[in-house]
């Protein structure tokens, strides 16, 4: 970068920032340009299954009197949500006509929730059409995964390390199980959608700690994934328990904003046209005139114009290689060394805030956790550098979606921000408690423990860095996570360099679009 360029954007959250950054020691790592989507959805989905990779045809797999279940990622990806139809629905309405024709009709379809809260009616209908919800939610065979079910999870035994393997009862018992996945990152799918997505606090325990994330230098990254490694060797004993599972994975292209009034959002600073900036004033200035509720609700109503970009169906690790390779194809941008301190802005919506609010432990994971993990190889910032995100980071919970949250926030961070003293002092007592439980059931709350796995989730960045500045954030609500706020850019690059030294490099990572980092 140099003086000619100008202020960039940078999310902040329900609303937007335009920052100037210090010209000569500052580059800008843009996500790649949307990829062409496959022109015919439709017609790849039916492909998939009656071509699929290393399994036989799903029609070949389906017969009459069979026991079928079909789960589907929930509503935490893809971010933001997808115009309808919704992959989901494409593919589980081609898998329920070929049901049909074999004469299946023993058929049960779960949102694989794992810990997350319930769906709603309204939300299980957008991502699966009205045909799917009339015809099987009413007779009860249409439902959200229960993880705390006492008759409903089984334990299916134990991986080389002493992991348990716990998934749900119907699932289990099943002649197949149908996985439908999104991959938006290469962290999603393969063993991790039913080892995880169908699996309760006994299993997931055993790779949602510190010391797996620790280990885990990126999520993104398999190979340096212990994260992955152990859902794989949980996948083992799924193999080994005689679990018959047909995967079908699908990736989409990263055009969040289309060629609409959000458009703007995706472009490179430089290329914006007259258009674009009143486009952006305007809609800068119309967030910013409204309170947080009304942003909040613009902008969750946004619907992504997402294309199919690949489609793949049959063995889950066969399947996942392929998809793996198809999201790196979308996201991937070569970076030529570390930096000293990485800059982000946080947008209003990540994996646990859809339809609700981005709380400070989630400002923490998307940051931290999500963000800083989005790279290949090795981290965008060195070791003991400084990460700066923008956030208003409020102390405003959801009450109905994150009770846990709340006390979490409350009184856990409250004693120490120490990722291992929260896991040993405070874990069981949430992931046990009987109000939480019950919530987590029969309302749309996250799982008492969920906060924790949020924390957890960016503790190899917490070993990493030196600091974690958020800029526009609440100054009490920052502090209790640990972080140091700033008023402004400005003034958190002055508070980095006093720990860098002078002139200290910067790299601002555009997301979203989402990105990731090979970094070399």
């Not at 390779?325 to 982000?344: C, F, H, N, P």
């Amino acid at each position: 970068m140099d003086r000619s360029t100008p202020p960039v954007l940078l999310h902040s959250g329900e609303q937007f920032r335009l920052e100037r950054l210090p010209a000569g020691r500052s580059r800008i790592i843009y996500p790649p340009e949307p990829l062409p989507g496959l022109e015919h959805p439709d017609e790849a989905i039916r492909d998939a299954l009656l071509n699929p990779v290393d399994s036989d045809p799903l029609p070949a797999q389906l017969f009459a009197g069979m026991k079928l279940t079909i789960a589907f990622d929930d509503i935490s990806l893809p971010l933001p949500k997808m115009r309808r139809p919704d992959i989901r629905q494409r593919v589980i309405e081609a898998v329920l006509d070929l049901a049909a024709d074999a004469g299946v009709d023993d058929i049960h379809i779960i949102a694989a929730l794992a810990l997350h809260r319930r769906m709603t009616e309204s939300e299980l209908r957008y991502c699966l059409g009205d045909r799917i919800y009339d015809a099987f939610a009413p007779r009860g065979q249409l439902y959200n995964h229960d993880a705390e079910d006492p008759d409903g999870m089984v334990m299916l035994g134990e991986t080389r390390h002493g992991e348990e393997v716990q998934m749900s009862k119907r699932a289990a018992e099943s002649d197949l199980i149908i996985y439908v996945n999104i991959n938006l990152v290469s962290m999603d799918g393969g063993w991790k959608s039913t080892a995880t997505g169908l699996s309760g606090y006994q299993g997931i325990r055993h790779h949602h700690n510190v010391k797996t994330m620790r280990n885990t230098k990126s999520f993104m990254d398999q190979e340096n994934s212990e994260l992955h490694r152990s859902n794989w060797r949980q996948g083992d004993v799924l193999k080994s328990a005689g679990i018959n599972i047909f995967q079908i994975e699908t990736t989409v292209n990263n055009d969040l904003f289309g060629d609409g009034p959000l458009s703007v959002l995706a472009k490179r600073e430089w290329e914006w046209s007259a258009k674009d900036r009143a486009t952006f004033l305007g809609v800068k200035t119309g967030l910013d005139r409204l309170p947080p509720s009304g942003r909040r609700r613009i902008l969750h109503s946004w619907e992504a114009p997402y294309a199919l970009t690949s489609v793949h169906a049959g063995e889950v690790e066969a399947v996942h290689k392929l998809t793996t390779a198809e999201v790196y194809k979308q996201q991937l941008v070569s970076v030529e060394g570390q930096t000293d301190i990485v800059l982000y802005g946080l947008p209003y919506v990540g994996p646990y805030n859809v339809n609700s609010i981005m709380n400070p432990i989630l400002v923490m994971c998307l940051g931290l956790g999500y963000f800083f993990n989005m790279y290949k190889g090795k981290p965008v910032v060195r070791e003991g550098g400084v990460l700066i995100m923008t956030h208003p980071t409020t102390n405003e919970f959801h009450p109905v979606h994150h009770p846990s949250y709340i006390d979490f926030f409350e009184q856990v961070l409250a004693e120490t921000t120490d990722p291992i003293q929260i896991e040993q002092r405070f874990e069981t007592s949430f992931a046990t408690d009987e109000w939480y439980r019950h919530l987590y059931r029969t309302s749309h709350a996250y799982h008492g423990v969920h906060p924790f796995y949020m924390w957890y989730w960016g503790s190899h960045a917490l070993e990493h860095l030196s600091q974690v500045i958020i800029v526009g954030g609440d100054p009490a609500t920052v502090r209790r996570l640990g972080f140091r706020p700033a008023s402004t850019l400005a003034d958190a690059l002055e508070m980095a360099s006093d720990v860098l030294g002078p002139d200290p490099t910067i790299t601002y990572v555009k997301n979203p679009p989402l990105g990731m980092a090979d970094v070399t």
